[in-house]
Structures are given as C-alpha cells and as structure tokens.
C-alpha cells in the first residue's frame, strides 16, 4: 500500500514549484516549471511584463494556467502516485489580481480532461495580463482610498496596512476607473493564491484571511470585507471577491478533471491557498514570539504577533496558522548591497576582514551610531548616511572597523525598534530565525542576537512557500479539532541554533535602541526639511 502524500504548491513571480511530502514530512517530489525559459511565447523577464509606463507590471494568466498543466504531465510523465495525495494547498504572490469573465464559473467546472487547462479555460479572463505586486501605478487610487476612509493610519488600523500601489483594492479601483466595462464583465476576482486553489477545485475558491488582508479591503479584527473600502474601490465587488475563509480550510475535493486527466483520489482534499509570505511562515514553522529575518537583498522580517499596533510603516496579516493571531511583514530596502559595498570600502571587499572588525570593536561601539541608506529606504522612508557619535553630534565619517559595526548595529536596531512599533515584543520564548546570505556570517549573526537579546538559528528557506503549503495541507486535515500546525509537523528538520546572546546584551542595548529611535526621528525631520 503506497504511502499517503500531500503536495504543496507555490505560483510564484517568476516560476512554478510544486513539493510532495510524505506523511513523515519527507520530501518525495519536487519539480518547477521557470516562465522565462518553459514558456517563452509569453516573452515575460522574471516572470513579467514592465509596461511602458514604468509603473505597470503584469504576468499573463493563462501562462499560470499553462505552466500548471506542463508541471502536472511532468509529474505524470516520471511516474508520480497522484492517488495517493490526501490533500494539496499552496500559495501565490500576494496582491496579484485575477478577473474571471461572466460565465466562467460552468467552463472551470465541466473542463474536458482530454485538453489541458489552458485551453479549455481560454476564453475565461476578463483581463488577460494580471497587475502582480511589481505593480506601482495606482498612486492616485491610493490616496483616494485613504482620504475616503479617513486617513492613511486609520487604513491602517482597519486594513492592517496604509494604502500601498500593490495592494489589490487599488489595483481594482484602477481596473474600474479605466475599464469600466471590463470590470462589468467580470463575475469573479480571484488573489493568484485563491485563482490558483480554483483551478484544483472546479469552482471559484474563497479568499484566504491571510492573502486578503494584503488587499487594504479585509477588516483584519473580525475578517470581514470593509464596506468603507470596498464602496471606494469600486461598485457591487462583495459579490465579485465571494466572502473570505479561515486559511486553514477544507475548500472541497479535487475537481473530477484531476481524477480524470492524471488519476488523483476523488478524496484529496484542497486546502485553501493563501499568499506566498504568509506560506512562507508555516513553511519556517513560526510559533508565538519567533521573528523570521531574511538577510537578502533587502531584509525582510516575518514576525508572529498576538496584539498588533499597525502603523504607517510594514503590514499586518491576520495569521495563516493561527486565525487568533497575526504576522507581519516588515521590508528593509537597504539590505545585502549595503552590507556590500561597506564591506568593499571598510573591508577590502573580504568578508574575514569585515567580521574581524566586528570581533575588534565592542559592542555598543563606545555610542557611536550610523543610518546607511544608500537607496531610499522603506522602513523608515529615508536616504543617506547619516553618523552620529556618542554625544548625538553628526559626523562625517567613523574609523573603518567602527563604520562596520556601527552599519550592522544600526541595521538590527531599527529592525528591533520598527517590529516593537507593530506591537511585536521580545519573549522569553522567543528565537530568530535566519535566513540568507548573511546568516553563513556568525559575527553578524552574534550582533543580531545582542541586540534583540534571544538566540539565533539559521533555516534553510529555499522553499518554505511551498514546503509551508505542504503542512498547511497536512494541518488542514486536522485544523477542526484544533491542532496548531507546530504539532503537525514536529517531525520537520529542526532550526540549528547558532549563536547565543552575550551576557550583558539587554542591558547594553536598551539605552542604546532609545537613543538610536530618537536619532531616527532627528534625522528624518531633517530630511523632510530638506526635501520641502
Ligand atoms: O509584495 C510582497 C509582499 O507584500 C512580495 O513579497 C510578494 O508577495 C512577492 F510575491
């Protein structure tokens, strides 16, 4: 008797990944389809189309489609046990939008199983190129948004973010304000995350809590759509999003295509999919306190919040394991490529020498403090470099090592100060999970752990979306009788602890995380100043 499976899914931007675990939690299958190079006749790079504009970004929806079917007779194609699969989930780039045309609904349900999806589904869009989250021309539907509902923190506190180009709602306004009769012809929009749970249903899947608090329409308190945000989005779109679900929910049984076409089980259950960040979390297996950090090009922090105080910076997500509980997202542009050229300018490129100037300098650095934003940063919204030493005065540069430290502990300050801004708090519980170019880096990685005083781990993330739709398949399953995911999947490859916090570390840094916000707020009035 074969073992049961379970697949998770990840329609990412720039390809397709599908994983198989086995009720272990072992990897048995893995396999992706890369849109660039498996399907080139959409000419996409990276997966997308940058418009004209600059602004507009779109990703063709049958390519999606396509690229399912092509993934699907590969796994047929080397022999894969599709009867054995109980249950499959996934995830999708968030605030990507889908816009079914009227009638689709009977097409999606009786596609033929002797054609591929693609082409029985052709006809279905409304809209053929979908706005992804590389999207940033709905400026102007942005700002009305916020002052339909009062403000950009009162969006906040209701959508869990202020009003972000992205973010779907706009995307939709805009789709309404230009294309007024497309928008009367659609019947159904989708998130990628919930499209892509529809093409293994049959039927229009339900919008996740998690992928659709990335919408600025989703009340994040009670789950509801926000009827101040919806009407000033467009008209009649409660009945066009459908009403959101728990993102552990049983959606139904596969779509009779699947048991057809490739010989899956009529019992393998879909669970619904929500956004790829939010997959990611389950993936990394984030419980209550945990922080996940990713070292990349920009660094990006997950964190898991029981009390959020959303603000006009980063994103709160209802929880996709916890639906008492929240995540958010918090992405600091200045990442990798600042690390980078300090290293080349204060480290003769060489990473030894840089971590040997963190080992020669103490911690705290005798009070001397740096902001390096080489880029207009994110969080907070600032440009340049701005160093100041131990009485608060500017100065125009630090001895190299100190340039080193001062970089690395600034980086991890704001990173604390900014998630204690969400309502994120530091637990006796708590551990960081890194991940990323810089978390091969122990010294970084021992900074990091001073400074937010809790042990560091390093994971491998490569593909926590799509591992993490795997356990959510798994978790939802069992999610009714209210098992957490963590007892899911204990059996999962543990995090490697890998540094420590040095003894004295709170008490050093408290005054200096007080000092560090203050210095923050100095220097971004004097860059509003300078930039009126
Ligand atoms: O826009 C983002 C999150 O808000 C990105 O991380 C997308 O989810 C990437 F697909």
Same mark, same amino acid.
């Given at each position: 008797?074969?073992?049961?499976?379970?697949?998770?899914?990840?329609?990412?931007? +720039?390809?397709?990944?599908?994983?198989?675990?086995?009720?272990?939690?072992?990897?048995?299958?893995?396999?992706?389809?890369?849109?660039?190079?498996?399907?080139?006749?959409?000419?996409?790079?990276?997966?997308?189309?940058?418009?004209?504009?600059?602004?507009?970004?779109?990703?063709?929806?049958?390519?999606?489609?396509?690229?399912?079917?092509?993934?699907?007779?590969?796994?047929?194609?080397?022999?894969?046990?599709?009867?054995?699969?109980?249950?499959?989930?996934?995830?999708? +780039?968030?605030?990507?939008?889908?816009?079914?045309?009227?009638?689709?609904?009977?097409?999606?349900?009786?596609?033929?199983?002797?054609?591929?999806?693609?082409?029985?589904?052709?006809?279905?869009?409304?809209?053929?190129?979908?706005?992804?989250?590389?999207?940033?021309?709905?400026?102007? +539907?942005?700002?009305?948004?916020?002052?339909?509902?009062?403000?950009?923190?009162?969006?906040?506190?209701?959508?869990?973010?202020?009003?972000?180009?992205?973010?779907?709602?706009?995307?939709?306004?805009?789709?309404?304000?230009?294309?007024?009769?497309?928008?009367?012809?659609?019947?159904?929009?989708?998130?990628?995350?919930?499209?892509?749970?529809?093409?293994?249903?049959?039927?229009?899947?339900?919008?996740?809590?998690?992928?659709?608090?990335?919408?600025?329409?989703?009340?994040?308190?009670?789950?509801?759509?926000?009827?101040?945000?919806?009407?000033?989005?467009?008209?009649?779109?409660?009945?066009?999003?459908?009403?959101?679900?728990?993102?552990?929910?049983?959606?139904?049984?596969?779509?009779?295509?699947?048991?057809?076409?490739?010989?899956?089980?009529?019992?393998?259950?879909?669970?619904?999919?929500?956004?790829?960040?939010?997959?990611?979390?389950?993936?990394?297996?984030?419980?209550?306190?945990?922080?996940?950090?990713?070292?990349?090009?920009?660094?990006?922090?997950?964190?898991?919040?029981?009390?959020?105080?959303?603000?006009?910076?980063?994103?709160?997500?209802?929880?996709?394991?916890?639906?008492?509980?929240?995540?958010?997202?918090?992405?600091?542009?200045?990442?990798?490529?600042?690390?980078?050229?300090?290293?080349?300018?204060?480290?003769?490129?060489?990473?030894?020498?840089?971590?040997?100037?963190?080992?020669?300098?103490?911690?705290?650095?005798?009070?001397?403090?740096?902001?390096?934003?080489?880029?207009?940063?994110?969080?907070?919204?600032?440009?340049?470099?701005?160093?100041?030493?131990?009485?608060? +005065?500017?100065?125009?540069?630090?001895?190299?090592?100190?340039?080193?430290?001062?970089?690395?502990?600034?980086?991890?300050?704001?990173?604390?100060?900014?998630?204690?801004?969400?309502?994120?708090?530091?637990?006796?519980?708590?551990?960081?999970?890194?991940?990323?170019?810089?978390?091969?880096?122990?010294?970084?990685?021992?900074?990091?752990?001073?400074?937010?005083?809790?042990?560091?781990?390093?994971?491998?993330?490569?593909?926590?979306?799509?591992?993490?739709?795997?356990?959510?398949?798994?978790?939802?399953?069992?999610?009714?009788?209210?098992?957490?995911?963590?007892?899911?999947?204990?059996?999962?490859?543990?995090?490697?602890?890998?540094?420590?916090?040095?003894?004295?570390?709170?008490?050093?840094?408290?005054?200096?995380?007080?000092?560090?916000?203050?210095?923050?707020?100095?220097?971004?009035?004097?860059?509003?100043?300078?930039?009126?």
């Amino acid at each position: 008797m074969a073992a049961p499976s379970f697949l998770g899914w990840d329609f990412s931007t +720039q390809q397709l990944k599908v994983i198989a675990i086995d009720e272990h939690l072992r990897v048995i299958y893995e396999d992706n389809v890369n849109f660039d190079k498996d399907l080139p006749e959409f000419k996409t790079q990276g997966g997308a189309h940058v418009h004209g504009d600059r602004l507009t970004v779109t990703s063709p929806v049958l390519m999606w489609v396509k690229a399912l079917d092509m993934i699907l007779e590969k796994m047929k194609s080397s022999g894969f046990n599709f009867s054995q699969v109980r249950a499959l989930s996934g995830a999708g +780039q968030q605030h990507g939008s889908v816009y079914w045309k009227k009638g689709s609904i009977q097409i999606l349900k009786n596609a033929s199983p002797k054609l591929p999806l693609h082409q029985a589904l052709k006809a279905c869009f409304a809209i053929s190129d979908s706005p992804i989250w590389m999207d940033s021309s709905t400026a102007s +539907q942005c700002s009305a948004l916020e002052n339909a509902v009062g403000g950009a923190q009162r969006l906040a506190n209701i959508t869990g973010s202020r009003a972000y180009e992205r973010f779907t709602g706009n995307q939709i306004a805009k789709i309404y304000n230009q294309n007024p009769e497309v928008y009367a012809q659609t019947e159904r929009i989708s998130l990628v995350s919930s499209f892509a749970a529809s093409l293994f249903l049959g039927a229009y899947a339900p919008i996740d809590y998690s992928d659709g608090s990335g919408m600025n329409l989703l009340q994040i308190w009670d789950k509801s759509w926000s009827a101040s945000c919806l009407d000033a989005c467009a008209p009649e779109l409660v009945e066009k999003l459908g009403n959101p679900v728990p993102s552990h929910s049983v959606l139904g049984s596969i779509s009779p295509y699947y048991i057809q076409r490739y010989g899956f089980s009529p019992d393998c259950k879909i669970v619904a999919f929500t956004g790829d960040n939010p997959a990611s979390l389950a993936g990394m297996r984030l419980e209550e306190g945990d922080i996940a950090i990713s070292l990349g090009t920009s660094d990006t922090l997950f964190l898991w919040i029981r009390e959020p105080t959303p603000a006009l910076e980063g994103h709160i997500l209802c929880n996709p394991v916890d639906s008492q509980t929240y995540m958010a997202l918090l992405c600091f542009k200045n990442g990798s490529l600042m690390r980078e050229r300090i290293r080349n300018e204060c480290a003769s490129g060489s990473w030894d020498e840089f971590s040997k100037a963190l080992s020669s300098t103490v911690a705290g650095n005798n009070g001397n403090l740096g902001f390096y934003f080489d880029v207009m940063e994110i969080t907070p919204e600032a440009v340049g470099v701005h160093r100041f030493n131990s009485d608060n +005065q500017k100065v125009l540069n630090f001895p190299k090592e100190v340039e080193i430290r001062a970089l690395i502990e600034g980086q991890f300050m704001a990173k604390r100060i900014h998630a204690e801004k969400l309502g994120y708090k530091v637990m006796p519980q708590t551990r960081i999970l890194a991940t990323g170019g810089a978390s091969h880096n122990k010294k970084i990685l021992q900074v990091l752990s001073d400074v937010f005083n809790a042990p560091v781990y390093t994971i491998d993330t490569a593909n926590s979306a799509c591992l993490g739709s795997a356990y959510r398949a798994i978790h939802g399953l069992v999610a009714e009788t209210n098992v957490p995911l963590a007892d899911v999947v204990k059996l999962a490859p543990e995090p490697r602890l890998a540094v420590t916090p040095t003894a004295g570390a709170e008490e050093l840094y408290h005054p200096l995380l007080k000092r560090y916000a203050e210095l923050e707020q100095k220097m971004l009035l004097s860059t509003l100043l300078l930039l009126s």
